[in-house]
Structure formats: C-alpha cells, structure tokens
C-alpha cells in the first residue's frame, strides 16, 4: 500500500453514462498525476496537478473528459458520455519527486 | 520514434540467473529514471530510480544509466518466480517545477522455476 488510495476500484457502466472517480493522494505530497493504461500498455498521461493548479493536459484528452483538485488536496476525474474506448485502468499517482500510484480504477464501458 | 522504448517481450529467464531489462529514451534532456514492476491487472510500483550515470544497486536490483547513450537498464540477480510480472521505464524530465514523465510500454519477464 502506498499510501494512494482509489475509489471505486471498479466501474461498470452503460455508454453514453458519466463517471467520476476519486484520488486521494499521499497528504505532503503536492504532484498529482491522472493515468489511463490499457491492456500491453504502458500509462498514459492524462493531466498533472501541481497543489490545486492544473498545469498539464494531455491532447489525447477530450473534452469529456474533466479534472479538479480542490484545495489541493482530493482529486476527482469526470468522464462525460462515456464511450467503449474509455475503458482502462485510470491510475491516480502522487509525488514531491517520486511517483506512487494508487490501485487503479478499472472502467468497463458497456 | 517513441520517446521511451522497451522490447516487450515476454523475456524467459530460469530461476537463479540474471534477468536483464533495457530501456532506451529519445529526449536527451531527461533527469531521473524510474523502474516500476507492474503484476497484472494491478498498479505500477516502485522498483527503484536512478540518476546519474553508472550503477546503482538495491538488493537484487541494479539499475545502469548511460546518458550519451540514452539508455537504462535493469539487473535483478537471482531471478524468482515472483519476479515475473511486466516491468516499466519511466522518464522524467523536470523544468519550471513542472515533471514531464513518459512511460515506456514495458517488458513482460517470465521466470521459469
């Protein structure tokens, strides 16, 4: 356990539906990274938070998707009319220099 | 040309001999080095980071960097069954306090008892 925690850890839903998921982070740290990896795959950067700032966004990231980090703390990932291609792991990892990830949320889009 | 490369394998080592991972980079200005072993269908963790050239060891682990050459590698010595798993490179460039972290798409290891 590294200290990052996910929720849900498991995600089932009807395309067309949104999700969010949650990101608690380790509490010093003030780096905050969202992931999706697919099966063969190595993570894919999605957006970087630094404190409650979003300071990075991947183009690969459309406009469904939406991210916040309120007072720097918690941060929570939003996916709008979910597709099949959404389906991944979304990690969540947390750092001052080194990354430590969470346990991943798995989404399955039906 | 994919800015972090690592064969994918899968690479077949027996038990008890040395399993070797290489990853090669393209962004010369790149600072640390991270390798994660990923279990499958679970999360990246830590193995170990380096980032200056030369060896670094932890354990079973070492980790070689040659910058002129844009090249990491991992060593783990003594090779377990429970060392079988897929292994990331990962790569950091940091400026103006922003990280810029690149994974590679990693290499799958199986240990043969």
């Known amino acids: 356990d590294t200290g990052v925690s996910q929720d849900p850890r498991h995600k089932i839903t009807k395309r067309g539906q949104n999700v969010t998921f949650r990101c608690d982070p380790i509490?010093?740290?003030?780096?905050l990274y969202w992931y999706r990896q697919t099966l063969g795959q190595g993570p894919e950067f999605l957006t970087y938070?630094?404190?409650?700032?979003?300071?990075?966004k991947s183009r690969l990231l459309s406009d469904r998707f939406s991210a916040e980090r309120p007072k720097g703390s918690f941060s929570t990932l939003e996916i709008q009319r979910t597709e099949q291609g959404d389906s991944a792991m979304y990690l969540c990892?947390?750092?001052?220099?080194?990354?430590?990830f969470g346990p991943g949320t798995r989404l399955l889009v039906l | 040309q994919k800015e972090v490369e690592q064969n994918s394998g899968p690479l077949s080592v027996p038990e008890g001999a040395i399993a070797s991972l290489n990853c090669t980079y393209s962004?010369?200005?790149?600072?640390?080095f991270f390798w994660y072993r990923q279990y499958s269908g679970k999360s990246p963790e830590l193995i170990m980071f380096i980032y200056s050239n030369g060896d670094k060891e932890d354990g079973r682990f070492t980790a070689q960097l040659n910058k002129a050459s844009q090249y990491v590698s991992l060593l783990i010595r003594d090779s377990q069954p429970s060392d079988s798993a897929t292994y990331l490179c990962a790569v950091i460039r940091e400026s103006g306090g922003y990280q810029k972290v690149t994974f590679g798409t990693g290499t799958k290891l199986q240990v043969i008892p």
């Open positions: 938070f630094q404190n409650e700032a979003q300071l990075e």
């Open positions: 509490s010093e740290h003030n780096r």
């Open positions: 990892a947390s750092s001052l220099t080194t990354q430590y």
């Open positions: 962004d010369r200005g790149s600072q640390s």
